[in-house]
């Protein structure tokens, strides 16, 4: 293994500016799940490494009031809840905030890996890592999330459904770290759920995923106003699935409504062949993953039992 410069960040604009200055040549460590499994094989190995381990105001979960007011969001929910782009998965999974804030994130970072993982592995790494597989991500397209990216220069923000350009590619500069995630609270009337497809039940990468958000008539819980459906490893990056979502908008969550919305899944994928699975046998799970996640959230609707989620997700 080729040596490399080790620098660890003091505070966040010693980070920054060590990115101005050495940005190109630099690989950010977060949790190290990935990066340091990729120096140890070979694979990459970057003349740098800035380590934010002691950033602590990347660590941070915080109820923020803001955002748009057209989903019904009920007073006692706060508008958008800010994660550092250091919180682990474990955090976001055992945060009172998120549980209750954004409980199809809780329920996605649920699936990753193994504890040891989760304890390490980060929310911005995850992101940053731009796997079509990440867990976490089709949740976040869904949730409508967003994503602070800090420099010296300043911040911007992106949404997540224009972050991420291809396999592991990011609209993120080599001068800019992602900070923070943005995401809205789920409403007391919406309903989620986050399903996956493996080779196993646990420490493995998906086949196939989906995150379903619906936004549910108060006055009739079955018929679903607003939908957010991301899907993962079923294109080149996670994608939100359009034609899915407008299957089901306007409509009672009934037999017909989902059988038309899982045979719109099979718009705008384009799954691979690969070791876990065939490109043919993605495309069939994409479809059984949308009505298995749709006939879950119609049940939740009709009052059955229900998973993570405000008022009872489906799960």
Same mark, same amino acid.
């Given at each position: 293994?080729?040596?490399?410069?080790?620098?660890?960040?003091?505070?966040?604009?010693?980070?920054?500016?060590?990115?101005?200055?050495?940005?190109?040549?630099?690989?950010?460590?977060?949790?190290?799940t990935?990066?340091?499994?990729?120096?140890?094989? !070979?694979?990459?190995?970057?003349?740098?490494?800035?380590?934010?381990?002691?950033?602590?105001?990347?660590?941070?979960?915080?109820?923020?009031?803001?955002?748009? !007011?057209?989903?019904?969001?009920?007073?006692s929910?706060?508008?958008?809840?800010?994660?550092?782009?250091?919180?682990?998965?474990?955090?976001?999974?055992? $945060?009172?905030?998120?549980?209750?804030?954004?409980?199809?994130? $809780?329920?996605?970072?649920?699936?990753?890996?193994?504890?040891?993982?989760?304890?390490?592995?980060?929310?911005?790494?995850?992101?940053?890592?731009?796997?079509?597989?990440?867990?976490?991500?089709?949740?976040?397209?869904?949730?409508?999330?967003?994503?602070?990216?800090?420099?010296?220069?300043?911040?911007?923000?992106?949404?997540?459904?224009?972050?991420?350009?291809?396999?592991?590619?990011?609209?993120?500069?080599?001068?800019?770290?992602? !900070?923070?995630?943005?995401?809205?609270?789920?409403?007391?009337?919406?309903?989620?759920c986050?399903?996956?497809?493996?080779?196993?039940?646990?420490?493995?990468?998906?086949?196939?995923?989906?995150?379903?958000?619906l936004?549910?008539?108060?006055?009739?819980?079955?018929?679903?106003?607003?939908?957010?459906?991301?899907?993962?490893?079923?294109?080149?990056t996670?994608?939100?699935?359009?034609?899915?979502?407008?299957?089901?908008?306007?409509?009672?969550?009934?037999?017909?409504?989902?059988?038309?919305?899982?045979?719109?899944?099979?718009?705008?994928?384009?799954?691979r062949?690969?070791?876990?699975?065939?490109?043919e046998?993605?495309?069939?799970?994409?479809?059984?993953?949308?009505?298995? !996640?749709?006939?879950?959230?119609?049940?939740?609707a009709?009052?059955g039992?229900?998973?993570?989620?405000?008022?009872?997700?489906?799960?």
């Amino acid at each position: 293994m080729r040596p490399f410069e080790l620098h660890i960040a003091a505070s966040l604009p010693d980070a920054l500016e060590y990115l101005a200055r050495h940005g190109e040549e630099t690989a950010v460590l977060a949790g190290g799940t990935d990066l340091i499994i990729r120096i140890r094989s !070979g694979r990459e190995v970057p003349p740098r490494v800035l380590d934010l381990s002691r950033l602590n105001e990347l660590r941070i979960i915080r109820e923020e009031s803001g955002g748009d !007011g057209d989903r019904g969001r009920a007073e006692s929910h706060p508008a958008v809840l800010r994660l550092g782009a250091l919180v682990t998965h474990a955090q976001v999974i055992e $945060a009172p905030e998120t549980r209750t804030h954004t409980p199809l994130l $809780a329920e996605a970072c649920a699936t990753i890996g193994s504890p040891q993982i989760r304890n390490l592995g980060t929310l911005g790494g995850n992101c940053i890592t731009a796997s079509r597989a990440g867990d976490s991500l089709p949740a976040l397209l869904a949730l409508d999330a967003e994503v602070v990216l800090l420099s010296a220069g300043g911040a911007r923000r992106v949404k997540m459904t224009e972050f991420f350009t291809g396999p592991r590619m990011t609209v993120r500069r080599r001068d800019e770290l992602l !900070g923070y995630i943005l995401i809205p609270a789920q409403a007391p009337d919406e309903r989620s759920c986050y399903l996956r497809l493996s080779q196993r039940k646990a420490l493995a990468i998906s086949v196939a995923s989906v995150a379903l958000r619906l936004r549910m008539d108060p006055k009739a819980p079955r018929r679903c106003l607003r939908a957010a459906v991301a899907f993962g490893n079923l294109a080149p990056t996670v994608i939100r699935a359009q034609a899915v979502e407008e299957a089901v908008v306007g409509s009672e969550l009934d037999e017909p409504t989902i059988a038309r919305a899982a045979a719109a899944a099979l718009s705008g994928i384009s799954p691979r062949d690969d070791v876990r699975a065939s490109a043919e046998y993605r495309r069939a799970m994409a479809q059984a993953l949308v009505r298995r !996640g749709l006939e879950q959230l119609s049940e939740a609707a009709d009052g059955g039992r229900g998973g993570l989620g405000p008022g009872g997700a489906g799960r």
